[in-house]
């Protein structure tokens, strides 16, 4: 079973977040979406967002009482800034809903599931066989992502995978199931299917990140499964 990318067919799907049913002999062990508080932070940035419109906003204001106007002429200067401010929040807020709503991971004991995207969506197939290594990055929240890394030659587009990728590694672009609720329950179960599909055991890594807003990183060399978690 190689890489599979399937097109438009989640109105059309036969058994949820998959583009077919399942074979006798396959079983899901769990299945989930983004968490969207998780998804609107972590990966829209709307805190950040936030506190960037609002000072820009207060600047305004305060650049146009100091050249001597009074406290209604700063707010009135706003106006159409505040506007603008507020549908670009909403606009983020939307995308980051729609991403989480859209997307279905689903863990088989045979592969991981990917059905993502918005207007178009995709549908992928990632055989449990060709996972090399994987990562936890755990956050406060319970929320976390799970980050894997294929073998073979197999690979996939970047912005096919967008946002549910690593962030900024092009070259091979490495699957990433974002702001998954309950994530160390689900890399657990990820690490006994990839255990049982493979005969390997998982090499397991209790460290913890220091610098807690890296992005998780793989164990070089590392056969199957290597969980490093940082909590943030």
């Not at 996972?131 to 319970?142: E, F, P």
Request: one cysteine or more; proline letters at 6%.
């Amino acid at each position: 079973m190689s890489i599979e990318s399937h097109g438009h067919e989640h109105e059309l799907e036969p058994q949820y977040g998959l583009p077919e049913l399942l074979p006798a002999n396959e079983k899901i062990l769990w299945q989930g979406s983004p968490d969207f508080g998780a998804v609107a932070l972590r990966i829209f940035h709307l805190r950040k967002v936030a506190v960037y419109f609002a000072l820009m906003l207060a600047w305004k204001v305060a650049s146009t009482m100091g050249d001597g106007g009074t406290f209604v002429d700063g707010l009135m200067s706003i106006t159409v800034l505040g506007a603008l401010a507020v549908m670009g929040f909403a606009a983020l807020t939307g995308l980051a809903w729609a991403t989480a709503r859209t997307a279905v991971y689903t863990l088989t004991d045979k592969r991981i599931v990917m059905r993502i995207g918005i207007a178009l969506t995709l549908t992928f197939n990632l055989p449990l066989r060709l996972v090399k290594s994987a990562s936890l990055r755990q956050h406060k929240d319970g929320c976390g992502d799970i980050l894997i890394s294929l073998g073979g030659e197999d690979h996939i587009a970047w912005l096919h995978l967008w946002p549910h990728v690593r962030p900024w590694v092009l070259a091979r672009p490495e699957p990433m199931l974002r702001a998954v609720p309950d994530a160390e329950h689900v890399a657990a179960l990820l690490a006994q299917a990839w255990s049982a599909t493979t005969g390997m055991a998982v090499a397991a890594d209790a460290a913890r990140a220091a610098d807690t807003s890296a992005d998780p990183g793989l164990a070089p060399g590392a056969a199957g499964p290597r969980w490093q978690t940082s909590p943030t």
